[in-house]
Structure formats: C-alpha cells, structure tokens
C-alpha cells in the first residue's frame, strides 16, 4: 500500500467478532513457527493473518476464535509443505501445556492407577466440561465407546484432517490414559452445519 509503514501489519477489521476459545491456539502456533521456522517466517505469519502484536504479546485469556483461524489459515497459505506438521506440533504443544498446569496433580497421578477405560471416561468428561476452549462456538458431543467419540459441529478451526485438534487429543490420551492412542479425524457433510468427528482408539480396543 503506497505510503504504508512497511514494518506495520494493520489488523484485520473483520476479526474480534466470533466466539471465544482458548489462547494457546495461538501461543503454541507462534512458538511452533518460532522454533521450526524462525523469528522472521513466524511474524511474517501473524502479519497475514493481521495479528502481529499476538506475536511478542501472546494473549493470556479467552481470545476470539477468527483469531486463531485467520493464523491457521495464513499457515496453510504460505507454509502449505509445512502446514500440517507445524499444526501436530502446536497441538502437543497445547496438550503438553494442558497436562501440566489444567488437570490437578492429583488427578493426573490417580489417574496412573486407573484402568484405562475409567481413565478415559475421566478425560472425556473433563473435555466435555471444558470444551468451550477448544471449539469455542462449534457444538461439542462426547460418546465413550470403542472408539470414543469426540465430535464438532461447526468447528472454527477446521483445517485439513484437522490436524491440531486431532494431535491436542491424541497427545492428551496418549499420557494420560494409554500410550499408543490412535486418533482419526472423519469430517461429515449432511444437511446442517458440517461435523469433525474424532475417533479415539485405545491400544487393543
């Protein structure tokens, strides 16, 4: 844009509108690019997606959810070879985060000694209660069974084989109910809003 400041990235007016979801999102994702990619590919990030302060100012409560889709969508844009695995690892990212300061110590020790099919039971319920940060506006439905069922309506931040969300769950069950859980991603078109639906698989089930 003539007469721009060209280290200036203006946000973008259309976000700050949707509904509310968790901030490690968009922490994980910047530290992710930060990491694999370097300073200057994760700020060229935030600046397509119009939110460059995010960057050195990551968010420390509930955020709008057009905020981490705008960045997830900027990832798929400009790193497409990359997309995927840069998305898998600011979702274990998020899981690790999860697990360390958001389940209680003591529930993440009782749950070592639980059979793993009630500690399943434990973490399904714990997401149901928490969805709100993960799916901020899209519906979320939980089904234990084999496998269990974690399914969302609308979801505001589908990308291809939804790829964070699947490794947030995987990385979560996987140390903290069964090492070797396989999550699959399954997204279904009818005649309402679309649906992600992931199918949790313990080891052996």
């Known amino acids: ?69 705008a960045l997830f969508a900027s990832l798929w844009d400009m790193f497409p070879q990359n997309a995927a695995p840069l998305a898998e690892e600011a979702g274990r ?17 009782l749950m070592r000694f639980f059979p793993r099919g009630l500690a399943a039971r434990f973490l399904l319920k714990a997401i149901r209660q928490h969805a709100w940060t993960f ?6 439905d ?25 490794a947030v769950l995987a990385r979560l069950f996987d140390r903290l109910v069964a090492k070797g859980t396989r999550v699959r991603h399954v997204k279904e078109f009818g005649a309402s809003d679309p649906v992600c639906r992931f199918e949790i698989a313990l080891p052996g089930a």
Not at 135 to 140: L, P
Not at 148 to 153: D, E, G, K, Q
Not at 158 to 163: F, G, S, V, W
């Open 135 to 140: 799916a901020g506006s899209g519906k979320c």
């Open 93 to 109: 990212r998020t899981a690790d985060y999860i697990i360390a300061w958001r389940i209680p110590p003591v529930a993440r020790i």
């Open 1 to 69: 844009m003539d007469g721009a400041n060209p280290g200036f990235c203006p946000l973008d007016p259309q976000i700050g509108q949707g509904g509310k979801i968790g901030p490690n999102s968009v922490i994980q994702l910047g530290e992710t690019v930060t990491a694999r990619l370097g300073s200057d590919a994760a700020r060229a990030l935030y600046c397509d997606a119009g939110v460059p302060d995010l960057l050195n100012q990551p968010p420390e409560a509930m955020i709008d959810e057009r905020v981490p889709a």
């Open 142 to 166: 939980i089904k234990p069974g084999r496998p269990h069922l974690i399914s969302i309506r609308d979801n505001p931040l589908t990308m291809p084989d939804c790829a964070w969300h699947s």
